[in-house]
């Protein structure tokens, strides 16, 4: 890459903002520049939610805005506020980074190259996309899609294990459970919803509920639609979640099945692994897809295989989406 990624970031809510202290302050986001932000809320509120965050603690920097820009440290951006990216200016940017959720129609997600970009990274699932991607999954099928889906966090969690562990040791049957940290599509007092579980309040109780990754893991790993279930309980903690999975294995490893996963999973950007007796709180931050704890792993005779592991679902899936961008990018510059 003979220059700096060039990526603008439309919305700035949990992942906007996940993405833009990953590309200013971690290795991650080494070789991208931040072209610009759009966002409809205020720019002092923007600046302030950088500055301050419940979840990831200050910004580890000084944090500045004025009419039209912020600041962060020594990089001063652009700050735009607009409803529809069609009206910027956006020929000098190579990837759009689509994080305000809203990009479910074709209008809206080809919005950011209307205004002239080269490509389009979606924050979450979506049908306008040109297709769905995940890394270690199916980067094979990016081919030259131009607008893409990066799928949910979830999906990022499970979709790259199911392809490993089915690859070393051929899986018959899975079934997920996701153990995921409410979000803001919770509310924090019990309110009239749609779903009535989901009506209540987010961090008194845990929430059986429904969630997309059933889809797009089957969306991504087709070969899996027949052999795969999935289901989710919300629970009340703020961050970090993580998928339970029970598997039923052709092959199922022999001798000690620590290290066999090790070998299996030997992507150390996509997986980690922890021999330590940890909790949620201590993955806040990790930017692997899953976060494997051994100490819970079971192979019962039968062949099944248990398996628990960690992702922080904002950080984590940020940091796919700028590896992502990297590779939809490689094929322009």
Known sequence: MSRPLRVFINGFGRIGRSLFRQILTTPVGAG???AGVNDIAPLETCAYLLRFDSVYGPFPGSVEAGPGW?????ARLPFHHVSDLRQLDLAEVDVVLECTGRAKDRQTADAGMTAGAAQVLISGPSGAADRTIVLGANEADLREARI?????????AIAPLLRALDGAFGITRAHVTTVHCYTGSQPTVDQPGANLERSRAAAVSMVPTTTSAMDQVTRVLPGFRDRLSVAAVRVPTISVSAVDAVLQLDRPPRGDAASALAEALADRTLFGMTHDPCVSTDFRGRSESLVLALPETQVLPDGQLRLLGWYDNEWGFSA???DMARRMAARDL
Not at 70 to 74: G, S, V
Not at 148 to 156: D, E, F, G, Q
Request: proline residues 0%; negative net charge.
């Open 32 to 34: 991208i520049e931040v």
């Open 320 to 322: 796919r989406m700028l």
């Open 148 to 156: 893409v889906s990066n799928a949910s966090c979830t999906t990022n």
């Open 70 to 74: 912020l600041q962060a440290d020594d």
